[in-house]
């Protein structure tokens, strides 16, 4: 997306809304990973298989399936409303509105995608440094703050004043 795209009348979200929100979203989605963790532990152990991956699988599964549910809810909620549950709580939504879907796709394999790899061993810790990174080039984009997952996709996170 080459140059500076322009949002006329939109109101940047701060750096806190958007940590706000992503963070309301991962309790939701903690307690979701905590009960697939569970199921997934007694299915396995109902069918034998609690050694396989030196009693990892099931972990390892939780974090896949709680990721990529995660990232598909990220990628729906913003082709529908441009916006999740965490950020119409703070008030902010996605913009521009008439994205193509394959950006907005792209946009939640960058962020949140990476949380599907976070129950890997050594993977997690590059996984982490990768999510960690896309909130630290918010913190430093100027004028703009937007991360790369929002300069993939061409979007800016605004205030909703709609």
Request: glycine share 12%.
């Amino acid at each position: 997306m080459g140059g500076t795209p322009s949002w006329p009348g939109a109101v940047p979200a701060e750096w806190w809304e958007r940590l706000a929100a992503r963070f309301i979203e991962a309790l939701v989605f903690g307690v979701f990973y905590y009960i697939l963790f569970i199921a997934l532990w007694g299915v396995f152990r109902t069918v034998g298989m609690v050694e396989a991956f030196d009693g990892r699988l099931p972990g390892l599964l939780a974090w896949f399936l709680a990721g990529l549910c995660y990232t598909a809810y990220d990628w729906r909620a913003h082709c529908l409303r441009r916006r999740t549950f965490g950020q119409a709580i703070m008030k902010i939504r996605l913009a521009p509105d008439d994205l193509p879907r394959g950006a907005l796709l792209k946009r939640a394999l960058v962020y949140p995608g990476p949380v599907m790899l976070m129950g890997i061993p050594v993977v997690n810790l590059l996984a982490g440094m990768l999510l960690f990174g896309v909130g630290l080039l918010i913190l430093i984009d100027k004028p703009l703050e937007r991360g790369p997952h929002d300069r993939l996709a061409g979007t800016r996170v605004v205030k909703d004043l709609r």
